[in-house]
Nanobody, 120 residues
Framework: QAQLVESGGGLVQAGGSLRLSCAAS????????MGWYRQAPGKQRELVAT???????NYADSVKGRFTISRDNVKNTVYLQMNTLKPEDTAVYYCNAQRTYALGATTDYWGQGTQVTVSS
């Protein structure tokens, strides 16, 4: 059973918008940080945006002002609203959820990835 289920990827023209969603299974307890990472062909996976349970956000410089991350703590779901998309945003986008344990240890969970393709 997938523990992180992503949706919302697709093909869009430059300047367009997409919204990604990622729902975490209820079996993952004590999720603190959730976020999105991406990996373009031939490149390493990179951080796009993260959000804590308290809704503190962090963005990569390349997406600031264009992307907005949000979450619903009741639904254990994180969203990524992507506006003014550029061809360089083309990548597989991965959802991440970080579970925190009592003594501060953490475990990372990853989604299967969703393709975002931005045409010029």
């Amino acid at each position: 059973q997938a523990q992180l289920v992503e949706s919302g990827g697709g093909l869009v023209q430059a300047g367009g918008s997409l919204r990604l969603s990622c729902a975490a299974s209820a079996s993952i307890l004590n999720i603190n940080t959730m976020g999105w990472y991406r990996q373009a062909p031939g490149k390493q996976r990179e951080l796009v945006a993260t959000i804590t349970r308290g809704r503190t956000t962090n963005y990569a410089d390349s997406v600031k002002g264009r992307f907005t991350i949000s979450r619903d703590n009741v639904k254990n779901t994180v969203y990524l609203q992507m506006n003014t998309l550029k061809p360089e945003d083309t990548a597989v986008y991965y959802c991440n959820a970080q579970r925190t344990y009592a003594l501060g240890a953490t475990t990372d969970y990853w989604g299967q990835g969703t393709q975002v393709t931005v045409s010029s």
